[in-house]
């Protein structure tokens, strides 16, 4: 079965002090995997897609990367509107029913204090 | 990056009534999905809903609870049925557009 787990879920960071988030998959067939952003009471930003293992990307503070198994989402010195809910999810390869299913874990709360 | 509006953005309903959920694309898309996130839970898919023809629900999920309709390839309804209490939970859109995914603002639905 298709499933995805973040850690820590919940993950709270001195302004300044880098870390990483992590989200562990296991897909029959990996079509993408996604990064989003969730602020309280708005829905999913989205963030990155990242396709194969050994690619990253690259937006500000943050960096997205893959291998066969997981992916890191690394903070590096975090500033308190970096505080959000970050949610990964995958997409499998074409199932049956003919559509891309994303499958999301239960994210990861970070809290970035001054 | 297709932009989507939700409406209503809230909304608190008496138990046994129906919420219906409109998701308006500023593009035209094939496919459009709808995720409930229960209260400090991640999203769940329940349906996907492509234009003219019957949306297909997910294992949990039924029609006859979550109708949705897809008139056109810009907008979308859900309609939550006959609620109650267990269905208070923030309902999303989502669309497709150049392999990336995303989201409206979501519908916060509370059932008293």
């Known amino acids: 079965e298709d499933q995805v787990t973040q850690s820590p879920e919940a993950l709270r960071l001195q302004e300044g002090e880098s870390s990483s988030l992590n989200c562990s998959y296991t897909?029959?067939?990996?079509?993408?995997l996604f990064w989003y952003r969730q602020d309280p009471g708005k829905g999913p930003e989205f963030l990155f897609t990242l396709y194969s293992a050994g690619e990253e990307k690259e937006k500000e503070r943050l960096k997205a990367t893959l291998t066969k198994k997981e992916s890191f989402l690394h903070i590096t010195a975090p500033k308190p509107e970096d505080s959000a809910t970050y949610l990964c999810a995958v997409q499998a390869h074409l199932f049956s029913g003919g559509y891309n299913k994303l499958i999301f874990g239960a994210g990861t709360r970070l809290a970035v204090h001054p | 990056s297709a932009v989507i509006s939700q409406k209503p953005s809230r909304d608190i309903c008496q138990r046994g009534t129906s919420l219906t959920i409109q998701c308006q694309v500023d593009?035209?898309?094939?496919?459009m999905f709808w995720y409930r996130q229960q209260p400090g839970q991640s999203l769940t898919l329940i349906a996907t809903a492509n234009q003219g023809s019957e949306a297909t629900y997910e294992s949990g999920f039924v029609i006859d609870k979550f109708p949705i309709s897809r008139p056109n390839l810009t907008f979308s309804t859900l309609t939550v049925s006959n609620m109650s209490p267990e269905d208070s939970s923030i309902y999303l859109c989502?669309?497709?557009?150049?392999?990336?995914?995303?989201f409206g603002q979501g519908t916060r639905l509370t059932v008293v």
């Open positions: 593009s035209q898309v094939t496919m």
């Open positions: 989502s669309v497709e557009d150049s392999a990336e995914a995303f």
């Open positions: 897909v029959s067939g990996l079509r993408g």
